[in-house]
């Protein structure tokens, strides 16, 4: 069973930073690259950004909602995925999910509420 776990979801002001974290079996990351979501009530799951693989080069992907503003990174070594939100605005209130695909199956994290405030 692969077992996803995100942290460092919290409360903010518009224009603050935060920076969660996303913890997984060693190894899959690297393997399988890893992408966040957010769900904002009402809303559909978005993807917002992704990682690939160090096979494919760890390249990063953002959606344009985020992009400039949102950075995601990989350490191999601790098992981990980031994601640092920097210039955060209200619109950005959500859940964020971790997520990772394995073999076409898509594994996914309890999530950690981010709430953005003016």
């Known amino acids: 069973q692969v077992q996803l776990v995100e942290s460092g979801g919290g409360a903010v002001e518009a224009g603050g930073s935060l920076r969660l974290s996303c913890v997984g079996p060693?190894?899959?990351?690297?393997?399988?690259?890893a992408s966040w979501y957010r769900q904002a009530p009402g809303k559909q799951r978005e993807l917002i950004a992704g990682i690939t693989s160090m096979s494919r080069h760890s390249v990063p992907h953002y959606a344009n909602s985020v992009k400039g503003r949102f950075t995601i990174s990989r350490d191999d070594a601790k098992n981990m995925v980031y994601l640092q939100m920097d210039s955060l605005k209200v619109e950005d209130t959500a859940v964020y999910l971790c997520?990772?695909?394995?073999?076409?199956?898509?594994?996914w994290g309890q999530g950690t509420q981010v709430t953005v405030s003016p």
């Open positions: 060693g190894g899959i990351f690297s393997a399988n690259g």
């Open positions: 997520n990772t695909r394995v073999r076409l199956r898509d594994y």
